[in-house]
């Protein structure tokens, strides 16, 4: 076996393999293939304790937002049945199952997640931890899929289901699944890579006045209408197949005089509303909330965090309707927020706002 081969394998008798360091211009990596010290965190835990005191995210992991509020709100109890519909990193997942296994208690734990390559990783960092196919079930399914899912294991109903909602920070630190909006990759934005269209597809194709609804729905965009006039007159003379085609335009058309903080945000707002269009979020989120009364057992708790306005209003109005009907005895309509600490220590829980109900 050759120096350079990837993962840690051993050579032949066990031997472990040499592997030479990759070569990056300057004295630390930027791009996110280079970090070859964060993708390997686990051999290298001093340089994800600098990473993460520094208020960043080691490449390749995802820092859970909210866990003591999460586990507060959902109270996951021993040999409870529960559900992580937005697996990820498998954060949220491992302390829910701490405390559905906690002193041998036969509790179980259902992860799905639409991304095939980030699942099947987190399934192996929780089998790692030591969690049994009888405790932990992962399955390849998009949440409004939840009750489908549970029906085909033959799960009659969970207690606690969390969804933790939106990108995770494996998707967004690799340039190469389209979701950065810094380094270059294809503008790619789906979840699911193999379903759909891809961002650069859709905005070839979309017209003017889907574009605008888009830039409305999914960014919040006062100039919706102007902005989408620009996107399609540009887009005839050019394709928009790279990221960094699509942030440098969106940068020199806000122009010389915005602000950089105000530029920044439109660049994201803009990457996030056709994120929401090419996974068809909001259409999933609709589904998965008109559905989950009929898979929380009488008395169980769902908590979801958002991460922008459009996902909070409709869990805000869902799990006010089930207040109004009777489907949820309890849902407060004061929304939970990061502490100021884990703002500091994990910027990007700045916009996390977390809602739950209980099933009547
Ligand atoms: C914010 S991350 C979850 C992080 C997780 N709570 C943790 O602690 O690591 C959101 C995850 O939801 C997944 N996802 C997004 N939309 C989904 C959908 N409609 N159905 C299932 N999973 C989805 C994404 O692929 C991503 O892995």
């Known amino acids: ?19 030479r360091r990759p070569r990056y211009p300057g004295r630390n990596p930027r791009r996110f293939e280079h970090k070859y010290k964060e993708h390997r965190a686990a051999e290298f835990p001093e340089e994800a304790r600098h990473i993460e005191s520094r208020g960043k995210t080691v490449a390749g ?30 954060g949220h997942a491992l302390e829910m ?19 095939p390559v980030e699942r099947p990783r987190a399934e192996a960092r929780i089998r790692a931890a030591g969690y049994t196919e009888g405790q932990f079930v992962s399955v390849a399914s998009n949440h409004a899929g939840l009750s489908g899912a549970m029906e085909r294991l033959g799960w009659e109903g969970a207690d606690v289901v969390l969804a933790d909602l939106g990108v995770s920070s494996m998707q967004i630190d690799d340039p190469a699944r389209g979701f950065s909006v810094k380094f270059d990759g294809p503008l790619d934005l789906r979840m699911n890579p193999a379903r759909g269209v891809s961002a650069a597809d859709w905005l070839a194709g979309a017209s003017e006045r889907r574009i605008e609804e888009a ?26 197949r790279r990221t960094l085609e699509l942030a440098g335009w969106l940068r020199e058309w ?102 739950w109900a209980r099933r009547a």
Not at 97 to 113: E, N
Not at 220 to 232: I, N, W
């Open 215 to 240: 830039l409305r729905a999914g960014a919040d965009e006062a100039r919706a209408g102007e902005l989408a006039r620009a996107l399609a007159g540009a887009r005839a003379g050019r394709a928009f």
């Open 254 to 355: 806000a122009g010389p005089h915005a602000g950089r903080d105000a530029v920044e945000s439109l660049v994201r707002r803009v990457f996030q509303a056709l994120r929401i269009v090419v996974n068809d979020e909001y259409s999933s989120l609709g589904t998965f909330l008109r559905l989950l009364p009929t898979v929380l057992r009488p008395g169980g708790r769902v908590a979801v965090l958002t991460f922008h306005s459009g996902e909070d209003r409709r869990v805000k109005h869902a799990f006010r309707e089930g207040v109004t009907s009777g489907v949820y005895a309890e849902a407060p309509e004061e929304v939970i927020r990061p502490s100021a600490e884990e703002r500091r220590a994990n910027p990007r829980s700045a916009p996390a706002k977390l809602r």
């Open 1 to 19: 076996m050759s120096a350079g081969t990837q993962g840690g394998e051993a050579a032949g008798e066990g031997v472990p393999v040499h592997r």
């Open 61 to 90: 992991t995802h820092r859970p937002i909210m866990v003591r509020e999460v586990l507060g709100v959902l109270g996951p109890r021993p040999g409870e049945t529960g559900v992580d519909a937005t697996l990820g990193h498998g």
């Open 97 to 115: 199952l701490a405390a559905l296994t906690a002193g041998g208690a036969p509790g179980r734990l259902l992860g799905l997640d639409v991304d």
